[in-house]
């Protein structure tokens, strides 16, 4: 079956940054737009951002823009997300998501593949 597997959360000050990882197994990943989506208790889930099958085509969401950057390494069978002077407000679980689109969408019911997710916590 699909399994989507994140790592690289954690706890940093505000202005560091993390790399998240999603390794996929069970897909032929290469096949699959991914992206990254965050949720916090009593909020909405938010689109953070999403790229397509052979990553030539990148969206972020507003609030990343100029300090997210996603890549994926389809040998690998991985994504990633750089994150840059990360702010409080970053602090939510991050979860990763996979569709079988020809392009890319900021739409989360988009999506049907789902990882558990990883927290990532911005605090002074």
């Known amino acids: 079956q699909v399994q989507l597997i994140e790592s690289g959360g954690g706890s940093v000050q505000p202005g560091g940054s993390l790399r998240l990882s999603c390794a996929a197994s069970g897909l032929t990943f290469s096949w699959y737009a991914v992206g990254w989506f965050r949720q916090t208790p009593g909020k909405e889930r938010e689109f953070v951002a999403a790229?397509?099958?052979?990553?030539?085509?990148?969206y972020y969401g507003d609030s990343v823009k100029g300090r997210f950057t996603i890549s994926r390494d389809n040998a690998k069978n991985t994504m990633y997300m750089q994150m840059d002077n990360l702010k409080p407000e970053d602090t939510a679980v991050y979860h990763c998501a996979a569709s079988q689109m020809t392009g890319i969408s900021q739409n989360g019911y988009d999506y049907p593949y789902w990882g558990q997710g990883t927290q990532v916590t911005v605090s002074s």
């Open positions: 790229v397509s099958r052979n990553g030539d085509i990148k």
